[in-house]
């Protein structure tokens, strides 16, 4: 069974930091893309960042230079290291996986404008940043 396990969620100060995992069991990651999105209260699920299965990477304007995206094969896991986090990246944040293949350009296409397309999804962990 294809599960992708979220954790490292929490309360966090502004300007703090914190690291996303994204486990996945029963598929090897390194094979396909992998997304981090992020949904607010009220607000559409948003494309966060992605990486290809060649390692490439993407991100959306509002994180770039903030977080970074990478990826651990041999533990079967994705991480999102957040740094210098601001109360609006306040969200639930979501892993999810992308099956097949796909070319980046189309990959990061789809990570910022059309995020169900993605195939399997974890459970999401709270991030909030508050003083």
């Known amino acids: 069974q294809l599960q992708l396990v979220e954790s490292g969620g929490g309360l966090v100060q502004p300007g703090g930091s914190l690291r996303l995992s994204c486990a996945a069991s029963g598929f090897t990651l390194d094979y396909y893309a992998i997304g981090w999105f992020r949904q607010a209260p009220g607000k559409e699920r948003e494309g966060v960042s992605c990486?290809?299965?060649?390692?490439?990477?993407n991100y959306v304007d509002s994180v770039k230079g903030r977080f970074t995206i990478s990826r651990d094969n041999a533990k079967n896991t994705v991480y999102l290291q957040m740094n210098s986090l601001k109360p609006e990246d306040t969200a639930v944040y979501y892993c999810?996986?992308?099956?097949?293949?796909?070319?980046?350009?189309?990959?990061?296409?789809?990570?910022?404008?059309?995020?169900?397309?993605?195939?399997?999804w974890g459970q999401g962990t709270q991030v909030t940043v508050s003083s």
């Open positions: 990486i290809g299965s060649s390692s490439s990477t």
């Open positions: 999810a996986a992308y099956t097949e293949s796909i070319p980046d350009p189309i990959l990061f296409r789809l990570c910022q404008r059309s995020p169900y397309e993605f195939h399997y």
